[in-house]
């Protein structure tokens, strides 16, 4: 099953517009981490934030973490057509999961010129 | 460095024959994992491996089988492929815990 909820599925928005992406989650996590799926491509790391950070920035990208309320969210500021693409949410449990990531549905984001 | 390679990048298949995806990583990661891509799904875990030798079923195993000799390699072998095999196939690496690398997928047809 999916440990990652996104919202929305699909999101177009305009040139030099922000776009926020929501993640949730079930279980507690070590990590959070956002990646980048081009069009027939694989998927590209883009950000990871711990569970003890609240807050994460990388150039245009801003991604926030509530342990609270099990969700993310990430923001790409000033988003150009070459942000096109699906973005993905995937968490990382810790202790013996080892390396394992469980992805959620991904969030498809259209970038219009 | 090379990075995550996977061949090969396009297959089809016949129903009942069987193939092995080959993936391989030059990053001296423990970790590598196998991950099939549906249309609208996210990546679901197929199989991994913590280290040579070592090897774990995720969550959709069935159909599939993997080895991991040496820490380079994984290959993920269909042993009678399905149509329900048709997929997106991806083969990642990583440091525990870490950002995965991943290769850029192998896509199959099974007829």
């Known amino acids: 099953s999916q440990q990652g909820e996104e919202d929305p599925q699909a999101l177009s928005i305009q040139e030099g517009e922000n776009a926020t992406m929501n993640c949730s989650y079930k279980?507690?996590?070590?990590?959070l981490q956002w990646y980048r799926q081009n069009s027939g491509r694989g998927l590209v790391h883009l950000i990871l934030?711990?569970?003890?950070?609240r807050e994460k920035h990388s150039g245009r990208l801003r991604v926030t973490l509530d342990t609270s309320k099990k969700s993310s969210s990430l923001l790409i500021t000033a988003s150009r057509a070459a942000d096109t693409a699906s973005y993905f949410c995937a968490t990382y449990a810790g202790g013996t999961s080892y390396g394992k990531l469980t992805f959620g549905q991904g969030t498809i984001l259209t970038v219009h010129p | 460095n090379a990075g995550v390679t996977q061949t090969p990048k396009f297959q089809v298949l016949k129903t009942g024959q069987s193939m092995t995806l080959q993936c391989a990583q030059d990053m001296n990661h423990e970790y590598m994992s196998w991950y099939r891509q549906d249309p609208g799904m996210g990546l679901r875990l197929i199989h991994y491996s913590v280290g040579a030798g070592i090897t774990d079923q995720g969550e959709v195993p069935n159909g599939y089988n993997v080895s991991r000799s040496t820490t380079e390699d994984f290959p993920l072998r269909l042993l009678s492929a399905a149509p329900s095999q048709t997929s997106v196939y991806f083969c990642?690496?990583?440091?525990?815990?870490?950002?995965?690398?991943f290769g850029p997928g192998t896509r199959l047809t099974v007829l």
């Open positions: 990642a690496s990583t440091d525990s815990g870490r950002e995965q690398f």
């Open positions: 279980t507690s996590i070590n990590n």
């Open positions: 934030i711990r569970s003890n950070e």
